[in-house]
């Protein structure tokens, strides 16, 4: 069955950077988007950012364009996040998840990892 | 950006129906998603695409969308069905889109 793993989380200093994983199995990696999203401590999902299954499509949410970079090794079965410039306002869950399609009307998550918590703070 | 509106919190008895609300423009002409996520655990998908439902979900789950408005409804409440429910949409402007959430007590 589908099974999604996060890790990499941790305790960073603002302006620190961290790269979070998620190893995937259970169905072939290639053909799939696949997405971050986190959730602050308390906080309700806020989506961060996806990446089709070639690699060459990616998109990012205002938040963490230009600071956070999404990217996917598909012999690994595998997607990361590198996050740089961190700030206190990044601390969150993050969560991998599956997409169900390309972006459009059916794009939902199947399937979420268990999640990572990234926590900036000095 | 796109917007979509959820109640802060609904409650209801065991045995009612619970019904969780999501606003948002045009929302008929997209396709609304919820999720249910208990506490410390990851979201999982209850209902996709307006009306949906996984395999594994309870038929009690239920969704709709008219207009501007989207429904989820939980027929025969049960006290494992308490968790914090989010819609969500795509929007070529926004990506992906999630409400604020509801929490559902019973």
């Known amino acids: 069955q589908v099974h999604l793993v996060e890790s990499g989380g941790g305790l960073v200093k603002p302006g620190g950077s961290l790269r979070l994983s998620c190893a995937a199995s259970?169905?072939?990696?290639?053909?799939?988007?696949m997405t971050w999203i986190r959730q602050a401590p308390g906080k309700g999902l806020e989506w961060v950012s996806y990446?089709?299954?070639?690699?060459?499509?990616?998109y990012y949410a205002d938040s963490v364009k230009g600071r956070f970079t999404i990217s996917r090794d598909n012999a690994k079965n595998s997607l990361y996040l590198q996050m740089n410039s961190l700030r206190a306002e990044d601390t969150a869950v993050y969560y991998c998840?599956?997409?169900?399609?390309?972006?459009?009307?059916?794009?939902?998550?199947?399937?979420w990892g268990q999640g990572t918590l990234v926590t900036v703070s000095s | 950006s796109y917007v979509l509106s959820q109640p802060p919190s609904v409650s209801v008895a065991p045995g009612k129906t619970a019904t969780i609300t999501c606003g948002g423009n045009n929302l008929g002409s997209k396709g609304v998603h919820w999720y249910q996520q208990k506490p410390g655990q990851a979201p999982v998908l209850v209902i996709y695409?307006?009306?949906d439902r996984p395999s594994g979900i309870p038929e009690r789950f239920s969704g709709s969308t008219s207009g501007n408005t989207a429904t989820l409804t939980i027929s025969r409440v049960e006290a494992g069905d308490e968790a914090d429910y989010y819609c969500q949409v795509w929007d070529s402007s926004s990506e992906v889109v999630f409400g604020g959430g509801t929490k559902l007590t019973v």
């Open positions: 990446i089709v299954g070639s690699g060459t499509i990616i």
């Open positions: 998840a599956r997409n169900r399609g390309p972006p459009g009307p059916l794009t939902y998550f199947e399937y």
């Open positions: 259970g169905f072939t990696f290639s053909d799939y988007y």
């Open positions: 695409y307006h009306s």
